[in-house]
């Protein structure tokens, strides 16, 4: 059960007060920490915070409680009283050794590079079977994805839709604050959070297939002088059962950093959670890897957009969905967009400043 307002923590510290639903109190979960009131009155605020996040837990899952806990001991053991303050305590840590900090840009949302979300690289793919890229022999050509002009794109292994970026960005997002070649922990709760899904079995299942997608998939990307060979998770381990709240342990490797500053949009994890299907969400960080103007509309054609986006629909039934797409996005986007005639009447999509 995950608390959604300050009425809601009200009335789970008076559940707990009434000795119900087996919540720990404040002073048995500092108990369970390893300290007393006394020690933390000095990082008082920062501690109850912490409390929170353990009530956030339901009672009933006793190992997810004991996990969280233990990790935020380690925390308050290795960092120290003097140096606790403001820290905001989850169970993921990291190895900084070495790493190398993401661009400005992320401290306003989850960077993503512009040659990945203007492609096909993470597109508009069909419900069922997805296709798997692949080569017979090593001397053979990768297959290479639809992108945007200047930008090469060749790519090995399963089709990634917008629910494997949900992913990479929820990894981009808990690494951001570390670094390009940091060793990053998180449980699959903190990951399942942060993209917006509940955290079930089945959601926990889907997660580790993505996880594999994404650490699997090779890339040899081409941007003017720049490139990059690599898959969009440098290593990653499993800590205990992920199913019981283990941790998975992920790096990201070191030259994503060059394509990151090839051009980064930082994506608001928080927004792409309203968004629903995949064309919506391409569609919306498509336009906001674009500086468009009141003086400077952006426009495509349809058939251009349907091969960037991956889409492998019949053209008519594409142009129909990505009417439909336009109404979802005018709902939420600070853009307007539409269906238009250009001057050889071909259409176009039209994105422009109300």
């Known amino acids: 059960m995950t608390i959604s307002s300050t009425q809601d923590i009200t009335e789970r510290l008076n559940l707990i007060k009434q000795r119900k639903l087996g919540y720990l109190t404040y002073e048995e979960y500092l108990a369970e920490l390893g300290t007393t009131l006394k020690e933390v009155k000095p990082i008082e605020k920062t501690v109850k915070k912490w409390y929170r996040l353990i009530l956030e837990i339901d009672p009933s899952n006793n190992t997810a409680r004991k996990q969280r806990i233990k990790d935020q001991s380690i925390l308050l053991q290795n960092t120290g009283f003097d ?42 793919v069909k419900r069922g079977a997805r296709k798997q890229y692949t080569i017979q022999n090593i001397e053979d050509s990768w297959p290479t994805l639809a992108s945007w002009k200047d ?29 390009f070649g940091a060793t990053v922990s998180a449980t699959a709760y903190e990951i399942l959070k942060i993209s917006g899904k509940k955290d079930t079995g089945q959601t926990r299942t889907w997660l580790t297939a993505s996880l594999d997608r994404l650490f699997l998939g090779r890339l040899k990307i081409q941007i003017n002088s720049c490139s990059y060979r690599g898959s969009f998770i440098d290593s990653i381990a499993e800590d205990g059962l992920i199913g019981n709240d283990g941790k998975y342990h992920f790096t990201l490797n070191k030259r994503l950093m060059g394509l990151f500053k090839s051009g980064t949009t930082a994506l608001s994890i928080e927004h792409r959670r309203q968004l629903k299907g995949d064309l919506v969400k391409w569609l919306s960080s498509y336009i906001a890897s674009h500086a468009i103007t009141k003086s400077k509309p952006h426009k495509i054609s349809i058939s251009k957009l349907q091969k960037l986006c991956g889409s492998e629909s019949l053209l008519k039934k594409f142009k129909q969905n990505l009417q439909k797409a336009t109404v979802a996005l005018n709902n939420v986007e600070k853009y307007k967009t539409s269906i238009e005639k250009g001057q050889t009447n071909e259409d176009l999509f039209v994105v422009r400043v109300p």
């Open 83 to 124: 140096n606790i303050n403001g820290l905001e305590l989850t169970s993921n840590h990291c190895n900084k050794a070495d790493a190398i900090p993401f661009p400005d840009i992320a401290v306003t949302g989850a960077p993503a590079p512009n040659a990945l979300i203007r492609s096909s690289v993470f597109g508009v």
């Open 151 to 179: 930008t090469k794109i060749q790519f090995l292994g399963f089709q990634l839709d917008q629910a494997d970026l949900d992913t990479w960005l929820s990894l981009i997002e808990l690494a951001k604050q570390h670094g």
